[in-house]
């Protein structure tokens, strides 16, 4: 059946109260629901909700909640046609080496090599898949930090499809907290980590922040990894500071080439040492020590 993306666009903390709002309201009829990024420096977010059936009805629903909300937007309407999208994503899709990983989807399995930690993530069940030039970054920092500071507990937030988390637990044989705040992307996140039998050792949990009591039962932590965006990451510096074993290593990213020197900046304020920038594809990881 053809779906109706209704959208429009707002700031960011009108995107989440709308977010919450319309999960609950659309609940029952499980109706996707997204939001995507368009300007981080104007903060410009674009909000969708994918409609079937009588469309005029859910978009007379979504103005009352914006109504209730003390907000209105103007509403856009498109017609998502019926495409499976996996194997449409997969056509073009290529599978990443960083360091000692390889990151690939299931058609991709038989151009691994021996030694490879290798990880298989699905396209369509994106959320990362290693292909962005942070998470590729991020994996190939992992693998420095790892093998210098042997871990022995870590936490991956804002974990996505887990990528990360699956290769700290393949690579380090440890535990790994996997957060983040959107619950399909921890629905992915458990089913990739089952994919790739690291389940016993990778935790997923729904979290926003730092504000859920797993992270107290957890902490502290040995490593933090963080692979959200720069605002977000500064902000979180003083709770990833409470988080983070004395001696411990964060590794960031997310973070355009310019934003690097405020994201140091916000954490050495924070007393972390700057150990090492890596740069990527016009992205960069950052590795602080407290």
């Known amino acids: 059946m053809t779906q109706t993306r209704l959208y429009f ?12 709002a319309f999960e609950t309201a659309f609940e029952d009829e499980g109706l996707p629901i997204a939001i995507l990024e368009v300007d981080e420096d104007r903060d410009i977010q674009e909000v969708s909700l994918y409609a079937d059936g009588d469309v005029d009805a ?7 909640i914006l109504a209730g909300l003390a907000l209105s937007r103007p509403i ?16 073009g899709l290529k599978p990443v080496r960083a360091g000692r990983f390889f990151v690939h989807g299931a058609h991709d399995r038989r151009k691994r090599h021996s030694g490879e930690l290798a990880i298989e993530i699905e396209a369509g069940l994106a959320f990362g898949t290693g292909h962005h030039g942070t998470t590729a970054g991020c994996l190939e920092m992992l693998e420095q930090v790892v093998r210098r500071e042997r871990p022995r507990n870590a936490l991956d937030l ?4 887990a990528v990360l988390a699956i290769a700290l637990a393949k690579l380090a044989h440890i535990p790994v907290l996997a957060t983040d705040i959107d619950p399909v992307a921890i629905k992915v996140a458990a089913a990739n980590a089952r994919l790739n039998r690291v389940k016993a ?3 997923t949990v729904t979290a926003p922040g730092f504000h859920h009591p797993i992270f107290a039962a957890r902490g502290p932590f040995d490593l933090i990894v963080a ?3 720069a605002r977000p990451l500064m902000r979180l510096a003083p709770e990833m500071a409470r988080h983070i074993a004395l001696g411990g290593s964060i590794v960031l990213s997310g973070i355009l080439d310019r934003q690097r020197d405020a994201v140091v900046s916000a954490y050495v304020g924070q007393q ?13 990881t950052i590795h602080l020590k407290r």
């Open 158 to 161: 804002g974990t996505g499809s």
């Open 76 to 91: 856009a309407r498109e017609p998502v046609p019926d495409i499976d999208w996996v194997t449409r994503s997969l056509e």
């Open 227 to 229: 692979n959200i965006l």
């Open 272 to 284: 972390f040492r700057h150990v090492r920038t890596l740069h990527r594809e016009g992205w960069v």
């Open 58 to 64: 859910v978009e007379a629903r979504v103005e009352e």
């Open 201 to 203: 050792l990778v935790e």
């Open 9 to 20: 666009t707002t700031g960011k903390i009108e995107a989440d109260r709308i977010f919450a």
